[in-house]
């Protein structure tokens, strides 16, 4: 096309109603949540930007799709159909349906990791690390240090550096190397791609030695429109010469559908080894449904296998790209200290810089969240030392370099007009950085603590809470 707008390739039929609040009501709100924005009722939530994770809007055609379910119990039709699409454009042999991406890095972690293996990879994710040590192995992170540092403009901040990554098979042995966890457009990082040279590179470096090389292919569509962007002699591939390339040099990926894949619900791992498979589907079995379910119902196998080709369309993720640009553009012009390069689903703020009077012990990424939530009702996440948790060994909290507020775009579902108004209320909250405190735990789950925490300020009760009859009680769970 000749525009050089990205103006997006649909149009709305359906719209939903979003509750307006007042700011005391919404300070009522944030103090009932302990701080937590994952707390929150969703009622409570103007611009929800807490994830794209199974909230985006799917298309007519999905919607269509959903009423093609075949709920037979076994070997349902729209198996089939997502069987036949990850085949077509991934490429990968073997496809067992799970519940979501979770659900795929179980089944990965327990046939593929044996206990006190490494699993070295792109920087952590948080359900992929916990996967990881439940099976008994070790996480090591093998990622460029340019992912480590939010100025840095370095294209490709996906990258594995092959360095690292050979220094750790050197230290522990190929044998005790589980595989290489490659995540495609690296979320923590904030929505960093990998080039394919560092894909064709380190899977050659790990296949010489007789390591898997396993991708978390959740975001690998948004990654391949940056390698086509960035990276010399693609600019003429299309999405899906791409993606199959890129799953070419690896063995199998998990994948949560609820990004990517357009779905609400969903994922997949598919791998081409068939021993691992049949070993997988065992597993699928028994904590997912049957293996050609996956804990789905048909109509959500059928909405995935269509919402993955519609991931592919150019024009699509052109659009979907663009907007998180336009946003993080937007605070760019502002001043506001946000991750470089902008990220594929998501603009990330370096909280740390946001919020200097803030000690990294009283969580500014947390306060940020809510100090944003309080001025216009917009939901975002923390994506820095409360979510990387504590060092499984000395019991500390880990203070990671990445101290971040991820403002994530669900696919298909906000404005531009959406976009303009998050950036005048984070403007509007750096104007009072000052008047923001930190917070602290007064609930710590022990499991992946950011979903449940629960915290308070550390300097007095600025915020009014409800009547105690309906606020929550966290006082049995204190510290
Ligand atoms: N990502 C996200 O908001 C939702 C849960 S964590 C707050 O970014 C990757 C790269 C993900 C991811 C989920 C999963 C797990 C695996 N890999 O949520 O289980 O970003 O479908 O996928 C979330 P499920």
Not at 439 to 465: C, D, G, H, N
């Amino acid at each position: 096309m000749s525009h050089q707008s990205w103006a997006e390739p649909f149009k709305i039929k359906m719209v939903e109603p979003l509750r307006m609040t007042t700011r005391a009501e919404r300070e009522a709100a944030i103090a009932e949540a302990g701080f937590n924005t994952f707390l929150l009722r969703s009622t409570d939530v103007y611009i929800d930007l807490l994830t794209d994770s199974g909230t985006g809007a799917m298309s007519d055609r999905q919607w269509a799709g959903l009423m093609l379910g075949d709920e037979s119990y076994a070997g349902s039709v729209n198996y089939y159909h997502l069987e036949d699409a990850v085949r077509e454009y991934f490429g990968y042999k073997h496809v067992i349906p799970t519940h979501q991406g979770r659900g795929a890095e179980h089944l990965l972690s327990q046939v593929c990791i044996n206990p006190g293996d490494m699993v070295p990879g792109n920087m952590y994710f948080t359900t992929t690390k916990f996967h990881q040590q439940l099976a008994g192995g070790q996480f090591v992170d093998v990622i460029v240090d340019e992912a480590h540092d939010p100025e840095n403009e370095y294209p490709f901040k996906g990258n594995v550096d092959p360095e690292k990554l050979q220094a750790v098979i050197d230290e522990h042995g190929s044998g005790r190397i589980a595989y290489l966890s490659l995540e495609t457009n690296v979320n923590m990082a904030g929505g960093q791609p990998c080039s394919m040279a560092n894909i064709r590179c380190v899977s050659q470096l790990c296949h010489e030695q007789g390591i898997p090389v396993y991708l978390d292919a959740t975001r690998a569509v948004e990654n391949c429109y940056f390698i086509k962007q960035r990276e010399p002699g693609y600019a003429d591939r299309s999405l899906r010469e791409i993606l199959l390339e890129m799953c070419d040099f690896t063995d199998g990926c998990t994948v949560s559908g609820k990004k990517d894949c357009l779905v609400n619900i969903g994922g997949f791992l598919a791998v081409n080894d068939d021993k691992l498979a049949a070993q997988a589907r065992n597993l699928c079995v028994a904590f997912e449904g049957l293996h050609t379910y996956g804990g789905l119902a048909g109509r959500d196998l059928e909405a995935m296998a269509i919402g993955l080709v519609e991931s592919l369309d150019e024009n699509h993720m052109r659009a979907r790209i663009g907007q998180v640009h336009y946003l993080g553009q937007k605070l760019i012009d502002a001043g506001i200290p946000i991750v470089k390069p902008i990220g594929g689903h998501g603009v990330f703020i370096n909280a740390e810089r946001f919020l200097p009077h803030i000690p990294r012990e009283h969580f500014p990424a947390q306060a940020l969240t809510a100090a944003l939530y309080v001025d216009s009702g917009v939901r975002t996440m923390e994506r820095g030392a409360v979510s990387v948790g504590r060092d499984p060994k000395t019991g500390e909290n880990i203070y990671p370099n990445l101290e971040l507020v991820r403002l994530t775009i669900p696919q298909r579902v906000y404005t531009q007009a959406h976009m303009d108004v998050v950036a005048e209320s984070v403007s509007a909250v750096h104007l009072q950085r000052d008047s923001i405190s930190g917070l602290r735990f007064t609930y710590e789950p022990e499991l992946l603590r950011f979903f449940q925490a629960r915290f308070e300020s550390v300097i007095e009760k600025r915020v009014p809470t409800r009547s105690p009859e309906t606020a929550l009680s966290s006082s049995s769970s204190e510290k």
